[in-house]
């Protein structure tokens, strides 16, 4: 499928918009960081788009899914929850937190967030995929959020400081209910909405308090 590029240069417009943000407001020195993050967020996607294709080669897993809203729902915290923010915060391991302050690692994270959920854009696009504007402000957000959560833990493990595991727990589950009610569709959209906003204010409260801690 050949894909206009003003499709695929559409797919950024969210990550561009919080870099330029981030460009004008950090230091200089911090671009080269916020580009990186941009890399690993490409990085992030290939693992975990290996992983969820095995799977369900392996297991068969759209039509263990599809039996029961309880594999929708085990489906979703696992293939899409948990593989992927396994993915992302795997990655933000290769960034370093004795050079770099622990609101400046969420903020890198959120960037790396974005640029994953900015390159599957582009696969669903390229497989199909009709919903972009819906992504913009849903799927893309969520990705960004979750992986703020997940820095949480990250930056805890880097640090080696005990506790802050539940955040990447809450990352996988927020992610994972949220495709288990996307999925559903019809009246189940705003459970999706609520794992949403769910999702950005835990994000906020970790933005919050690495503030406290600079």
């Given at each position: 499928?050949?894909l206009?590029?003003?499709?695929?240069?559409?797919?950024?417009v969210?990550?561009?918009?919080v870099e330029i943000i981030?460009?004008?407001?950090?230091?200089k020195?911090?671009?080269?960081l916020?580009?990186?993050?941009v890399?690993?967020?490409?990085v992030?996607?290939i693992?975990?788009?290996l992983?969820?294709?095995?799977?369900?080669?392996?297991f068969s897993?759209?039509?263990?899914?599809?039996g029961?809203?309880?594999?929708?729902?085990?489906?979703?915290?696992?293939?899409n929850?948990?593989?992927?923010e396994?993915?992302?915060?795997?990655c933000l391991?290769?960034?370093?937190?004795?050079?770099?302050s622990?609101t400046?690692?969420?903020?890198?994270?959120?960037v790396?967030?974005?640029?994953?959920?900015?390159?599957?854009?582009?696969v669903y696009?390229?497989?199909g995929a009709k919903?972009?504007?819906v992504r913009f402000?849903?799927?893309e957000?969520?990705?960004?959020?979750?992986?703020?959560c997940?820095?949480?833990?990250?930056?805890?493990?880097?640090?080696k400081?005990?506790?802050?595991?539940?955040?990447?727990v809450?990352?996988?589950?927020?992610?994972?209910?949220?495709?288990?009610?996307y999925t559903?569709g019809s009246?189940f959209i705003?459970?999706?909405?609520?794992?949403?906003?769910?999702?950005a204010f835990?994000?906020y409260?970790?933005?919050a308090?690495?503030?406290?801690?600079?």
């Amino acid at each position: 499928m050949t894909l206009p590029l003003w499709h695929i240069a559409l797919c950024f417009v969210p990550l561009l918009t919080v870099e330029i943000i981030l460009i004008i407001r950090c230091k200089k020195e911090f671009a080269l960081l916020l580009q990186g993050a941009v890399l690993l967020g490409l990085v992030a996607l290939i693992p975990a788009t290996l992983v969820q294709t095995l799977w369900l080669k392996l297991f068969s897993g759209g039509h263990f899914a599809a039996g029961s809203l309880a594999g929708l729902l085990v489906f979703s915290i696992l293939v899409n929850g948990f593989i992927e923010e396994a993915s992302k915060a795997g990655c933000l391991f290769f960034l370093s937190s004795k050079k770099i302050s622990f609101t400046a690692f969420l903020l890198l994270a959120l960037v790396a967030g974005l640029s994953f959920s900015s390159f599957e854009t582009v696969v669903y696009l390229i497989n199909g995929a009709k919903n972009l504007f819906v992504r913009f402000f849903t799927a893309e957000l969520l990705h960004a959020m979750c992986s703020v959560c997940s820095a949480v833990t990250v930056w805890n493990i880097k640090a080696k400081k005990r506790g802050g595991y539940s955040w990447f727990v809450r990352a996988v589950l927020l992610h994972g209910f949220y495709n288990f009610f996307y999925t559903l569709g019809s009246g189940f959209i705003a459970c999706a909405i609520v794992c949403l906003i769910a999702s950005a204010f835990y994000a906020y409260k970790a933005y919050a308090t690495s503030k406290t801690q600079a």
